[in-house]
């Protein structure tokens, strides 16, 4: 299961021993030991952090990613405050506490700030991960991007002990009905060597994916644009090696390639909203290349947990994406020079490339051993452009983002640990490098209608810069064992879709330094928070609201395509979760809810806060029922997932969302052969609309999605 350290949870620390895996930090989990979540930057346990963490350890993440296929669907799953996700490549509109989440491997992140593709939760293969740290709220921990949180991928290890383990994975998925066509399955391998003071980790994956199927058996349809999972191939390597220089002290390196590629297999076949149909799919040829996901990572880090009595941890890291999307014939991609009929395809690639750092020193102050504080200094690189594959012109201009952050926080304990203070600061620089460009030739056209008004805008390059002050600090009080409370109060910010704002200029003379749209998203999180855990009750309740005076929002246009729209933002929440260890032992049982509001101001006349923010921006209210059983080498787990239904206070009902449930089950037997395990993805085959189908686009008949129906997977993990 996956355990909340909403503030103090206690966890065993997770470690790969002979390739078996990790205890579950769950009900048998030491109450004397603690998990040190990495996100958090900082050697203190999360008991010492005025933070909302959830740990997604190494057996609930296997459980969920057998019955849904992606970390992404994993979180969404166990997290209610974690919107539905589209079932799609494209994360658009998936949000934490109603923004956007950065996602993170070891740290490092992963989203692309100047021009979101929103493939940042699939840049590796899930088998490659120990573990998953989510940090709800707004926050400047890692950086840029964490606005509604954080959700760091932390990568597997080598094993405990010299000598060899391996793992294995051998996996097979079927709709319900079991054709041909809706079968899928997975390979993958990973040796860990240890000798001394030297270890290694490397494996690969293969994954093939074949047609999704919704509840009544029908194809769900392809979204040929944002791209697809169903119907894709991936394939994914991975290596990590270290070496101790010292007791205290480790060099480590880490190298990840993961590219997901659809096959193309499959042609949309449009829907009808108004009787209730959606879309689906039959064999049919693209026209374009198929939408591909491909990421790369290398870093280098050394740590030292004894350097000056503290602990010194640098990190520098290099990484790429190329996302490219499928094509489509609109009016947008039109340009009468190149093809004068107005029947021009076309489609869109991004390229982002980062190159960053990290250093960080924290201990105790010398006299004063209740007083913890940590400096440090982060730098970050980016440079983004996107570009249309067919023609080569350049939609969003190469852009430049650079960030120097210098950063220090405190933590004091008063009263023996039973009243902890928290508090710092990070300076955040950041400068942003347009040069000259043009647009393409829709944005400049007079009249839309008319293909011979269509020239291009031509722009003014720029050096937009901002730098401010993110302040954050927190308050814990324990005042008897087990009972914790907190409140807290942090900022974090990021920049809006750069690459939207550029790429939809149509005024000339526009100077990109003094364009308004380009200043930042600064948003905060203030929570309050109270928790038990004593005997056989795990149980929180937290209250959280947050707002921003000029935030980020997406606004679909009349040609389909999303826009960013700077308006001020107010969102507020409850979270409240339950375990209780049955006195049957083995069996846990859990519930968890969320109820999340969003309200924004679209009319900047009234200047009043009071229209809902809509699906794109704000998922629906939920409720999570779980139950866990555990004998011997038996292991079980059946989870149900209550989205209730949600309406918009805006003009029209189709926008309403009607809310479905959907149950799932898990079970596994453990072998001298290794581990069997059978998982079913929506156990009772509801037919069911995606939240985003139902709330989006609500005139779109192409992008009318069910959802997944009863899907099959059958594993057997070995480990040597």
Known sequence: MFVRVSLPALAVALAWSGGAAAQSAGAEADSDAEIIVSATRTQLPPSALPLTIDVVDTEALQQQVQISGS???????????????????????????????????????????????????????????????VIYGSNALQGIGATGGVVNQVTVGAPAEDGVAARTLLQASAADGFDGAAMG???????????????????????????????????????????????????SV????????????????????????????????????????????????????????????????????????????????????????????????QDPAIDPTGNLFDQSANLSRKLGGKISYERAVPGFEDLTVTAGFDALFDRTEQYLVQTGRAWVPETDFRSFAPFAQANLALFGGAVRLAGGLRYEDVKLDVGDYRTLASYGADDPDDLSTYEPVAV??????????????????????GLRAYGSYAEGYTIADVGRILRGITEDDVDIDNYLALEPVISNNREIGLE????????GVSYFWSSSDLGSILVLGQDGIFSVSRQPIQIEGLEANIAWRTPLPGLTLSAAYSD????????????????DLDGANISPDRLNLSADYRNGPFSARLQSR???????????????????????????????????????????DTYYLTYDSDTVRTSDNNRFYAGRGRTFTLSWRGAF
Not at 596 to 611: A, C, F, K, R, Y
């Open 460 to 481: 003014g390059g720029g050096s937009p810069s901002f730098n401010d002050v993110l302040w954050n600090g927190g308050v814990i009080v324990e005042p008897i064992a």
């Open 185 to 235: 399955g997975k390979i993958g391998a990973l040796l860990g060597y240890r000798a001394g003071p030297f270890d290694a980790t490397v494996g690969a994956t293969f994954e093939q994916r074949g047609a999704y199927r919704d509840g009544h058996g029908n194809n769900i349809g392809v979204d040929g644009t944002q791209g697809e999972v169903q119907d894709s191939d991936s394939w």
């Open 238 to 333: 991975f290596g990590r090696f270290g070496y101790q220089l010292s007791p205290s002290a480790r060099f480590e390196v880490i190298a990840n390639r993961f590219e997901l590629q659809g096959n193309g297999n499959y042609v949309l076949v449009p829907g009808n909203r108004t009787e209730g149909i959606p879309a689906s799919s039959e064999r049919g040829v693209i026209q374009g290349d198929p939408p591909t996901n491909r990421a790369e990572l290398l870093s280098a880090a050394l740590t030292d947990d004894d350097l000056g009595g503290g602990a010194f941890a640098v990190q520098a890291f290099f990484s790429r994406t190329r996302d490219v999307f499928g094509g489509l014939v609109t009016d947008t991609f």
């Open 532 to 539: 038990w855990k004593r005997g056989a009750i795990d149980a």
């Open 642 to 684: 209550f989205y209730l239904s949600r309406t918009f206070n805006d003009a029209s009902v189709d926008t309403d969302f009607e809310g479905y449930t959907l149950l799932d089950a898990y079970l596994a037997y453990q072998t001298g052969a290794g581990e069997f395990a059978l998982a079913v993805q929506n156990l009772a």
């Open 596 to 611: 999340i509001e969003g309200q924004t101001d679209s009319n900047d006349e009234d200047e009043l806060v009071n229209n």
């Open 71 to 133: 970390t992404v669907d994993a979180v969404s799953a166990l997290l209610p405050s974690f919107s539905p996700t589209r079932e799609k490549l494209s994360g658009s509109g998936e949000s934490l506490r109603g923004r956007s989440p950065l996602y993170a491997i070891n740290g490092i992140p992963q989203s692309t700030p100047v021009r979101d593709g929103s493939r940042d939760g699939y840049t590796i293969d899930p088998f490659f991960i120990d573990r998953v740290e």
